[in-house]
C-alpha cells in the first residue's frame, strides 16, 4: 500500500514496459530493462513529464539510462549513462544537462522554498566559471 502522503500529493499517468529476468533471491544477477513510453503525474499541483522515451536497464551491478529528458516545474533535466549500484560493478559515468527555475522546484518542493536563491547562485558562481574553462579547452 502507498505512504497516505504519497496518495494525497500526486496523480497521474504511467505507461510502461518492463521485462526482467533472474531468481529473485539472487536479484544482483538478474536483468531488468523499462520502457516509459508516458509519465504525466502530478505532484504538490505541478506537472513532471518525460519528452520522449525514458529507457533503464539494470545489469551486472549497473543501472543504466538512455538519454531520458524529464521537465517539471519550468525546469528540464536530461540524463543519460551509467550508475555502478552494486559494491564491484564496473566504474559509471553520468551526463546531466539541466535548465532550472529554482522558484518552480521551490513550489514542486516546497521544502525548498526557504532557500537564499541569491546566496545559492553567488556560491555556484565558482561552478559556472570552471564549467565555461572546461569547454574553451
Do not use: C
Not at 551526463?95 to 529554482?102: F, S
Amino acid at each position: 500500500m502507498p505512504h497516505p502522503e504519497l496518495v494525497r500529493r500526486s496523480n497521474g499517468t504511467v505507461s510502461a514496459v518492463i521485462d526482467a529476468s533472474g531468481d529473485l533471491q539472487n536479484y544482483q544477477r538478474g536483468t531488468a530493462k523499462a520502457e516509459v513510453s508516458k509519465l504525466d503525474l502530478k505532484w504538490n499541483g505541478e506537472s513532471i513529464r518525460t519528452e520522449g522515451l525514458l529507457v533503464a536497464s539494470y545489469a551486472s551491478g549497473t543501472a543504466t539510462i538512455d538519454k531520458a529528458t524529464i521537465l517539471a516545474a519550468d525546469s528540464a533535466v536530461e540524463v543519460s549513462g551509467s550508475l555502478p549500484i552494486e559494491a564491484g560493478a564496473s566504474e559509471g559515468t553520468v551526463q546531466l544537462k539541466t535548465q532550472l527555475n529554482l522558484q518552480g522546484i521551490a513550489r514542486l518542493v516546497p521544502s525548498l522554498a526557504n532557500i537564499d536563491y541569491r546566496a545559492l547562485r553567488q556560491s555556484m558562481a565558482p561552478l559556472r566559471e570552471l564549467s565555461n574553462a572546461w569547454t574553451r579547452t
